[in-house]
């Protein structure tokens, strides 16, 4: 999960970059024109803290919002046995899961059990930490503590895979600890993974670069090929062969030197771990076998077949965080001298045309035409309030009403986007004392329980990409979601559903409806054109239906307001 310093580069050291290596209401008589083509993306929700503590309470909220998948991280050392001990525990056996305590796997069996009840899926990363005895030697110590992500051990990796896929493969029994299909004690199945998180961010994975080589060659990727490899396998090896897996969970940004714990920008970690150069042609010699890379042409023939994950999972996964500007453009005021030099390599929402592009070319250096689907993992907007500019961090963060518009905006762009097959938010409620370098206060939700402007601008998306019309027979493109719609649809099939949208002439105090717009999408996407009576203001307006599941069933619920001009 990430740190607000994540998102700050920290002072550039090196001016070189080695680039070699690297309810319904009646419309108006207006014109309507019809809507769009569909385009859904899957949603998800993130909140660790939240799931961890009250799994129950924080799916009932995510399905008032109509989240159709949670995000979990199932960090290693939070199940492993002694994991701040440098020696192995004896006769343990990390392939099976009765070997790891009931206690520690607790608060996971009960989110799958109520997902699953739900009927919210569960994507399920498994990320590090690794515990002290399945990390590499030389370690550094940061502030005087043990590192947990230095060096991790691939093959501890693999049966650390094995027991959580094991224990969630839809035969497991918790109390009798074996595998014993059709028992309705079994646990639910998991059939939604990721591998690790931020392998290209120095604090999830080091070190960043190889020794002794100016802290600007490439690293961390190998053992990320690694890793992804043994999950690979494990996950083959019990029964998960056709679930959802996504490789990547890439930071977004990066520095010119990442050293052991800066961050590697993501399309130099992408050339690397397929073992390309900055040419995206095939690394050779001294430098191929530094990176765990083949050093002959017959070598790199071989490369796919060795690494099947790297070319057959479900999709690459991404962060695309916007710090604190509009999802459509990429700014840098702390290197401007570099930033030119090393946009091209980022993965930010502005920039993802840059992996898309990447992706392509990664896999078509092995004779692949695969486009990879990129998924969104994590997003959202830091607020102010709670983070105010500092001397320290002087930072303008977005306020909560533009936050709400900046996540439509970028929502818009994501389902815009036919290689997008996700939208994340993170978090649903901010940390109770976030600040500067600390938490991430990027929630829908402060950390007193009120709620923010985006609890209900995520809930129901409104966006149009032009609010100004130049007479009154020109249309506007007009775009949202009514999230909920998802779990009706799973509640009620065959129930028709619309979106009404309002519209308040200016000067005057009352919405009146503009359209009823049906909604086709199981993530409840909509997409229209429609002209406008005059300058005023448009909003989305829906009602839970009163015999629904959800909690707020009978209530009526509203996007934010846009104003638009007709000249």
């Not at 995206?280 to 191929?288: C, F, I, Q, S, V």
């Not at 509009?326 to 570099?338: F, G, I, K, L, V």
């Amino acid at each position: 999960m990430p740190t607000i310093s994540q998102l700050l580069p920290t002072r550039l050291r090196r001016t070189t970059l080695l680039l070699a290596l690297l309810g319904c209401v009646c419309a108006l008589a207006l014109t309507a024109h019809p809507a769009l083509a569909d385009h859904s993306q899957t949603t998800i929700l993130q909140d660790d803290p939240l799931m961890l503590t009250n799994p129950s309470g924080t799916l009932m909220t995510a399905r008032e919002l109509g989240v159709s998948t949670i995000r979990i991280s199932l960090r290693w050392q939070a199940v492993a046995p002694d994991p701040n001990s440098f020696r192995a525990p004896k006769h343990f056996n990390a392939s099976s899961p009765a070997a790891y305590s009931k206690s520690k796997w607790a608060p996971f069996d009960r989110i799958v059990e109520d997902a699953k009840a739900d009927g919210i899926t569960v994507d399920m990363d498994l990320l590090g930490g690794a515990p002290l005895w399945a990390t590499g030697k030389g370690m550094p110590h940061i502030h005087g503590y043990p590192f947990h992500n230095w060096e991790p051990s691939a093959a501890d990796y693999g049966k650390f895979v094995r027991a959580v896929a094991t224990r969630y493969s839809g035969n497991y029994d918790p109390v009798t600890k074996r595998l014993d299909p059709g028992n309705p004690d079994d646990l639910p199945r998991v059939s939604f993974w990721s591998i690790w998180n931020e392998p290209n961010y120095g604090p999830s994975m080091a070190p960043q670069a190889l020794p002794d080589h100016a802290g600007d060659v490439p690293d961390s990727p190998r053992y990320y090929r690694s890793l992804v490899d043994q999950a690979w396998s494990a996950l083959h090896a019990t029964g998960h062969g056709s679930d959802r897996l996504l490789i990547g969970e890439l930071a977004p940004r990066g520095e010119l030197v990442f050293g052991n714990f800066n961050m590697m920008t993501p399309l130099v970690f992408l050339r690397a771990l397929y073992c390309l150069n900055g040419s995206y042609h095939e690394l050779r010699g001294h430098t191929a076998s530094l990176m765990g890379c083949p050093t002959t042409a017959a070598g790199s023939r071989s490369f796919a077949a060795r690494n099947p994950a790297l070319f057959k999972a479900s999709g690459v996964s991404d962060h695309p965080y916007m710090r604190w500007y509009p999802p459509d453009r990429e700014e840098d005021s702390y290197q401007p001298a570099h930033f030119n030099e090393i946009k091209p390599n980022y993965a930010t929402l502005a920039t993802i045309g840059n992996l898309e592009r990447g992706l392509n070319r990664v896999v078509g250096a092995y004779g692949s035409h695969r486009q990879y689907g990129v998924w969104i993992t994590e997003f959202g907007y830091i607020t102010d309030p709670p983070v105010a500019p500092s001397r320290t961090y002087p930072y303008h963060y977005p306020s909560q009403a533009t936050a709400a518009y900046y996540d439509n905006w970028a929502e818009y762009i994501a389902w815009k986007d036919s290689r997008i097959a996700s939208f994340d938010q993170y978090l649903l409620r901010d940390p109770r004392k976030p600040k500067h370098g600390q938490g991430y206060p990027s929630g829908l939700i402060n950390a007193n329980g009120t709620k923010k402007a985006g609890f209900a601008a995520f809930r129901m998306p409104l966006y149009l990409p032009k609010t100004t019309a130049s007479s009154r027979t020109q249309s506007l493109e007009v775009w949202g979601a009514v999230r909920p719609v998802h779990f009706v649809m799973l509640d009620e099939p065959g129930l028709p559903q619309h979106v009404n949208i309002l519209f308040k002439a200016k000067g005057t105090g009352r919405y009146v409806a503009l359209a009823v717009e049906p909604i086709s999408s199981s993530e409840g996407y909509f997409d229209t054109h429609l002209t406008f009576p005059s300058s005023g203001t448009v909003e989305l307006q829906w009602t839970y239906p009163s015999d629904s599941l959800l909690a707020a069933s009978g209530t009526t619920i509203y996007s934010r307001t846009v104003s638009v001009t007709v000249k």
